[in-house]
């Protein structure tokens, strides 16, 4: 059973960079196959996929995201972090991690609890 936790701030300013953790637990994010992405859902609207870093280190984003968005880990801590540069109030969501299976489109088998962030001052 893997579970995953997000973790960081839930207020970032205008402007700044928004910095979330994903632990994962029960389950190697080096296990092959596996995509470790990043997914928020804004007030009233969908879910939108953010960007993964596969079981390799290698990452893709979604176009819309790209410019702002990094995508890391730390194997030995079994976490995958995400950066999001130059925030504005519209990157107010819930930000989930989950664990993508296969190539892209991902399906999810296991998705952390999600945290609230708001950017505002």
């Known amino acids: 059973q893997v579970q995953l936790q997000e973790s960081g701030p839930d207020l970032v300013k205008p402007s700044q960079t928004l910095s979330l953790t994903c632990t994962a637990s029960?389950?190697?994010?080096?296990?092959?196959?596996?995509?470790w992405s990043w997914i928020r859902q804004p007030p009233g609207k969908g879910l939108e996929w953010m960007g993964a870093?596969?079981?390799?280190?290698?990452?893709n984003y979604s176009p819309s995201l790209k410019s702002r968005t990094s995508i890391s880990r730390d194997t030995s801590k079994n976490q995958f972090f995400l950066q999001l540069t130059s925030v504005t109030p519209e990157d107010t969501a819930v930000y989930y991690c989950?664990?993508?299976?296969?190539?892209?489109?991902?399906?999810?088998?296991?998705w952390g609890q999600g945290t609230q962030v708001t950017v505002s001052s």
């Open positions: 029960g389950g190697s994010i080096t296990t092959s196959d596996y995509a």
């Open positions: 870093i596969a079981y390799d280190g290698s990452t």
């Open positions: 989950g664990r993508g299976v296969g190539r892209w489109p991902y399906e999810y088998d296991y």
